[in-house]
């Protein structure tokens, strides 16, 4: 079982400046690098506070690299649909050198209206360009002399350079959320699948994430690949329960009403691309901080409540891991460190997973 940390932003730039914000993120990913963790991992999205902050997780992904030396750097995800795949497959592979090959590639559909209709790219047909997108990058980072020719974009004998560290390229993840047909399409792909089971129940989340096992095994891929899953939920360990809540409740409060704005336009926009989510946001207007941590979208409490929980989700879901997402609520500094900090010392010795060499794992004390 791997865990690793997972930052979407969602800082209101009149309350935690963005300088502010991204200095507590190099703090928490080198804190990451020391204990051992297993990935850190950030989103994209553009112009509101959910997400905002990150317009490019490849250029913070080279940050981190530049202060880390074994954590895994991974997109999660970056937004196929609004980037050039020449560009995209370029600047991968130049921060796959810069971290010495430690480069994971996460896609996702983008899915909130207002960010569309900045870049005049449609929402129906999306999918079809998102797909086109991400198999010209896996041609441009395997292949030399590339010609592709599309309704979207279109080259003759591109050589993307620089070329990946890692052969034949850097992993690659597909984010799932609520299509039966994503999680089919990321398995015959052989890409790895990343959730997020926030407004999923967990036991329709399995049944999603069995059908991508499924379609993985039936697709006959190379012996030895196997899939692999990993999901992304807010976390917060407190020194005992009452401390957690009584602090992580109101950063739930603030992120979830961020991110309740930030899809309020699919109050009124329908597109054949993107069945079940009209209404979103009133679904997630109808969450309490209570009901988000107690019905499996937020893991919050004290070591021992987090440890139980954690092994319950992951009973449920028949995941290889998780990638804790750390800095929701707009979180200061050192109450997110903290929170870490109880989670590699107090919570990991509790779980299943990989040891450091001797047979135990590295406390960020010891490290």
């Given at each position: ?8 932003p969602?800082a ?27 990935h850190?991992?950030?989103t994209e ?14 250029a913070f ?18 937004l ?20 010495g090959?430690?480069?994971?590639v996460g896609f ?8 569309f ?5 449609a ?19 395997t ?6 020719d599309t309704?979207?974009f ?5 050589t ?5 560290v ?16 994503s ?7 052989g890409?790895?699948l ?5 407004l999923?129940?967990?036991e329709e989340m399995?049944?999603?994430i069995?059908v ?11 012996e ?6 990993l999901?992304s939920l ?14 992580a ?14 899809t309020?336009a699919w109050?009124t ?8 989510y009209?209404?979103m946001?009133?679904a997630?207007r109808?969450?309490?901080p209570?009901s988000?941590r107690?019905?499996g979208?937020?893991v ?16 449920i ?9 750390v ?7 050192a ?7 109880r989670?590699?010392?107090d919570?990991?010795?509790e ?15 010891e490290?």
């Amino acid at each position: 079982m791997e865990h690793g940390l997972s930052f979407l932003p969602d800082a209101e730039h009149h309350g935690l400046p963005a300088p502010e914000y991204f200095r507590t993120l190099l703090d928490l990913s080198k804190l990451a690098d020391q204990a051992g963790l297993s990935h850190v991992k950030i989103t994209e999205h553009y112009l509101r506070a959910y997400g905002g902050y990150c317009p490019s997780p490849l250029a913070f992904l080279a940050s981190v690299a530049s202060v880390t030396t074994r954590v895994r750097l991974m997109t999660g995800c970056v937004l196929p649909v609004f980037h050039h795949p020449l560009r995209l497959a370029s600047e991968a592979a130049m921060v796959d050198a810069l971290s010495g090959g430690r480069l994971d590639v996460g896609f996702a559909r983008a899915y909130l209206p207002y960010e569309f209709e900045a870049f005049g790219v449609a929402m129906d047909g999306s999918r079809e360009r998102f797909t086109a997108t991400v198999d010209a990058v896996l041609r441009l980072w395997t292949e030399e002399k590339v010609t592709v020719d599309t309704p979207y974009f279109r080259f003759a004998e591109a050589t993307a350079l620089p070329r990946p560290v890692q052969s034949p390229h850097p992993p690659t993840w597909i984010a799932a959320v609520r299509s039966r047909s994503s999680f089919a399409w990321a398995g015959e792909q052989g890409h790895g699948l990343l959730v997020t089971p926030a407004l999923t129940p967990l036991e329709e989340m399995a049944d999603h994430i069995a059908v991508y096992r499924e379609s993985f095994a039936q697709a006959g891929h190379p012996e030895g690949r196997g899939s692999r899953v990993l999901a992304s939920l807010p976390l917060y360990v407190g020194r005992d329960d009452r401390e957690a809540f009584a602090t992580a409740d109101p950063l739930l409060a603030h992120y979830l009403r961020v991110w309740a704005e930030s899809t309020d336009a699919w109050t009124t926009t329908v597109s054949s691309d993107y069945r079940g989510y009209t209404g979103m946001s009133r679904a997630i207007r109808a969450m309490t901080p209570e009901s988000f941590r107690t019905l499996g979208g937020a893991v919050v409490g004290g070591p021992h409540r987090v440890a139980d929980r954690i092994r319950h989700i992951a009973d449920i879901l028949d995941v290889d891991g998780f990638l804790w997402q750390v800095d929701f609520g707009a979180v200061s500094g050192a109450v997110a460190r903290a929170g870490v900090e109880r989670f590699c010392t107090d919570v990991l010795p509790e779980l299943p997973g990989p040891a450091q060499p001797g047979g135990r794992r590295t406390s960020p004390a010891e490290a």
